[in-house]
């Protein structure tokens, strides 16, 4: 059958009127300017352009960094009582909120995501964050604490507490797969503990993040709190790594940049946290109940074209069903259809460019030279080069690419196992250790595989559930530290002790 991509537009006033803009500008110090240097920005499922972004570099990076600085000890932001600072994060949910269609359709427009995923999952993720940390902007306290040793002179005594202060100007690097929700993680606790941020969106998907932070603007947030640079990783996100003002990067991205920021880090010991890249592991027991899991691991491994970074991409599944299993999830994955994001009839949306969908296709026909069987997909679309078909593989080893690489794109690998001990084995496999899901009925085996696997995340019959409470990070090469929850809160914070003789 001849595959076919229906043109689709946007519907809302809102996103047409950041479309028809010839230029979407950079945001510094409260100033939006548009820059003399720019780049393209293309639909993924047409290839046709969609907007042209302000390039920055680090005369741009130089100037969002002072203006940060500037503002953190403004009276306007360092002095914002903790009751208003809770105020405009709400108002910046309310406010993402109202206008969620338009920016769920400007996100499918330049990431190729569906529409149900961006407006439903991903918006609706990003809505909970700010409204999850602004409860906490009210609730920051240290603690008052009675040393053990005595001060002289003879008589006095020391009383000491502790404070908790924003750690400073936080550079926001964010990657293309979930570009609102990714930036919306860091700034609503970055904004909570009181922090500046200049916001680095990736340069493939840069558009949501400018309506973002008109939103933040309008909401009230004190000029230079938040500042937005679009431009490539290798010049304006190399400057803010490497920049000795900026206190710390929040990033995710792929582990190699990770790498690359520890050593940009150097200059000034600056905090990091590092949501890196995954090879998840699906385990799925002889007991599991099957239509549950099939159609639960399809979702884990082909939602967002298998662009998440806790994909489900190495599927193991116990002797007794895995012919059954294996059937029945190549039938589930044949039946995905594909289209533009916008098309309500598209279950799946393009990869994010073509060359990336060549990147997935490269590595899938090194695994078929290798050796690995194609059960179902294996194929991109010719004439629609940013489209790759599910794609089932069968006999794969644990040396094949297939297997150790972060394909990050909508191929699965099945392979089978005996028991548990081998399957832990096999599933610790990984320089990643992002997350894994286990599918079964028996409650004493979900217990003791999510204690054996080694990941940041386990997951019990569900996969790539995610909240504002739970605390979320990788293991191993999968990054440092977690996002969310208090623990995530932690990382924009300084704990400071307040020492005195009384
Ligand atoms: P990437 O590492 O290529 O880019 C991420 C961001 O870093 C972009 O904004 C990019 O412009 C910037 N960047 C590139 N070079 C830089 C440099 N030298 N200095 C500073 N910044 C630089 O990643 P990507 O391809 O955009 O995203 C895919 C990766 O992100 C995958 O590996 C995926 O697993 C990972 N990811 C991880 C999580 C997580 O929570 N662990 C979530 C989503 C995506």
Redesign the pocket.
Known sequence: MTFTVKPCAPKTVGAKAVLSRPVQPVWIGGEWRILSDTFDSHDPATGELLTRLSRAGQAEADQAVEAANRSLIGADWAGMLPATRQALLWKIADLIEAHADELAELECLDQGKTYATARFGELNGAIAQFRYYAGYATKLSGQTITPSIGYAPAGKQVMAYTRREPVGVVAA??????PLL?AAMKLAPALCAGCTVIL?????TSLTAVRFCELIEQAGAPAGVVNLLTG???EV??A??THPDVAKVA????????R??LG?AQVNLKKLTL????KSPAIVMNDADLDLTVSGVARGIFANSG????AASRIYVQRGIYDHFAQKFAETAQSLRLGHGLDPDSELGPLVNAGHARHVADIVDAGRASGAEVLTGGTREADHPSFYHPTVLTNVRPDMAVMRE?I?GPVATLTPFDDADEVVAMANDTQYG?AASVWTENLSAAHRLGAQVRAGTVWVNCHSYFSPELP???MKA??WGV?NGAFGLDNYLENKTVCMLV
């Open positions: 690097i964010v990657p293309w797969n979930s990714m680095k969106p990736a340069e493939e490539f990783g290798h996100g190399e803010l790594g990033f995710t991205g792929s582990t190699e940049i990770g690359r920021l940009s949501e890196l890249g995954g662009q998440v970074c806790v972060e990050f992002l979320k990070g990788g999968s990054g996002e």
